[in-house]
């Protein structure tokens, strides 16, 4: 996200420059109009045409700056809003339709799996997923391949290009992104295809998939936590009020 930021401060300081060049480039052919015209002489149409060419090549040229900017700043308000609304609750069902509408609507993910790693027995278990129902079992064990390397060793896997569509295999993923608390990975996304009318990941994909891999993390790690203290003191209380319940 810093990435973002910073690229988009230099095109705005670059397209400020530019502006200021351009309105000083009309000011100089105005002026130049005006003298002609003051001292009753006739312009060179070719040296006037080859300047509105430039004119014309300058403008076109501060459009697509603008254009660029303006896509640079919606991703950085995506990549703001996405972060804020993983953080915004302590439900982890919550915190997972979350992550599933930006991997829809953010990134163009159709089919994808998001794993809980349980390191004890070497297994991915299955927390949630998107058109893959038929695709993953409850666990899948991992041996090798993409998976292992990213829930074993944190490694980010994005295949470029990308394979023919057909049908899935739930152990090639197209996309793996492990989701790390400092050095612990402690679930894995695995993207097995996009929505037909994308057909390569985006340099936009790759700040998401980084800010996914700890927001995301901490988010998913926070919210189970909870859910889980919640639910033992739930029990303890039932506990006690068991033992303290008065006699019949």
């Not at 070719?46 to 300047?51: I, N, S, T, V």
């Not at 995506?78 to 915004?88: D, I, P, T």
Request: charged share 25%.
């Amino acid at each position: 996200m810093r990435g973002q930021f910073e690229n988009a401060c230099a095109f705005t300081e670059e397209l400020l420059k530019e502006n200021e060049g351009l309105k000083a480039r009309v000011a100089e052919l105005m002026l130049r109009g005006a003298h002609g015209e003051a001292s009753g002489s006739e312009a060179d149409p070719g040296a006037l045409e080859q300047r509105i060419l430039e004119l014309e090549e300058m403008n076109r040229s501060f459009s697509a700056r603008c254009q660029e900017i303006e896509s640079q700043h919606n991703q950085l308000a995506n990549l703001y809003v996405a972060s804020y609304q993983l953080h915004a609750t302590l439900s982890f069902q919550e915190v997972i339709d979350t992550l599933k509408e930006i991997l829809i609507n953010l990134v163009g993910a159709e089919i994808f799996a998001l794993f809980w790693v349980d390191e004890r027995q070497g297994t991915l278990k299955t927390e949630a997923c998107e058109g893959a129902d038929q695709l993953v079992q409850s666990e899948v064990r991992y041996k090798g391949g993409v998976l292992a390397g990213a829930a074993q060793r944190g490694e980010s896997y994005y295949a470029d290009p990308l394979p023919p569509r057909g049908q899935p295999d739930a152990a090639r993923p197209i996309a793996c992104i492990p989701l790390r608390i400092g050095e612990r990975v402690i679930g894995v996304i695995a993207i097995y295809r996009l929505l037909e009318q994308k057909n390569r990941f985006t340099p936009g994909d790759f700040e998401l998939f980084t800010l996914l891999a700890g927001h995301a993390a901490t988010a998913l790690f926070a919210s189970k936590l909870f859910e889980q203290s919640t639910q033992k003191l739930s029990n303890l209380q039932g506990f006690v009020n068991m033992l303290t319940a008065p006699s019949g």
